[in-house]
């Protein structure tokens, strides 16, 4: 069982906005800014998209976009576009030697 | 340009030790602002995180071990007494100092049976 809690899935049509949620607790998500968001398409390795809650690496679009309230991490994508149907997974540091807690994951369906 | 590369055996037998390198080309092991690790995904699930060299995951800390060796700028995994739940496809990894993965490996599929 993950640490962190995401829905398993969301979807969107084209040209929507989607949030996808990451719940964690006072420990993880709620105590630090170490928030990342991955993504994974099918038989290929996780992408960073968002690191420290809200930046973009360079080259991933802005429309990803991160956030925070409290426990809760949140990645929303906006515009949506076929090539965004991919797996996402969030992350946060947990502060003790476990380190690093991975969310569930969700698989985002473009309509 | 950062790559990493993961080699090993696709196939372990249970009970006995996986053994897993990964090679890094482009940037120095050595460098202090990044530390090197795993993660694994079972066929079909989410992703896992194993360690890297200084912390590992603590449901598999007694079985991990993961190690450098800077002259060859490499790292390795060793993950003993395996069972079937520890199939998985093993991604090696670069890690920030803030966590964040930004650097993948291609993985590798490791299936346990005998």
């Known amino acids: 069982q993950s640490a962190l809690s995401q829905p398993p899935s969301a979807s969107g049509s084209p040209g929507q906005s989607v949030t996808i949620s990451c719940t964690g607790s006072?420990?993880?998500?709620?105590?630090?800014?170490?928030v990342s968001w991955y993504q994974q398409y099918p038989g290929k390795a996780p992408k960073l998209i968002i690191y420290e809650v809200t930046k973009r690496p360079s080259g991933v679009p802005d429309r990803f976009s991160g956030s925070k309230s409290g426990n809760t991490a949140s990645l929303t994508v906006s515009g949506l576009q076929a090539e965004d149907e991919a797996d996402y997974y969030c992350?946060?540091?947990?502060?003790?030697?476990?380190?690093?807690?991975f969310g569930g994951g969700t698989k985002l369906t473009v309509l | 340009q950062l790559q990493l590369q993961e080699s090993g055996p696709g196939l372990v037998k249970p009970s006995k030790t996986l053994s897993l390198t990964c090679l890094v080309s482009?940037?120095?092991?050595?460098?202090?602002?990044?530390?090197w690790g795993w993660v694994r995904q079972p066929p079909g699930k989410g992703l896992e995180w194993i360690g890297t060299?200084?912390y590992y995951n603590l449901s598999l800390k007694s079985r991990v071990t993961i190690y450098l060796d800077s002259s060859k700028n490499q790292f390795f995994l060793d993950l003993s007494s395996v069972t079937a739940a520890d199939t998985a496809i093993y991604y090696c990894?670069?890690?920030?100092?803030?966590?964040?993965?930004?650097?993948w490996g291609q993985g590798i599929l490791v299936t346990v049976s005998s």
């Open positions: 992350t946060s540091y947990t502060g003790n030697s476990n380190l690093v807690a």
């Open positions: 006072s420990s993880d998500i709620g105590g630090y800014n170490y």
């Open positions: 060299v200084s």
């Open positions: 482009g940037d120095s092991i050595r460098s202090g602002s990044f530390s």
């Open positions: 990894m670069r890690q920030g100092m803030t966590t964040a993965i930004d650097h």
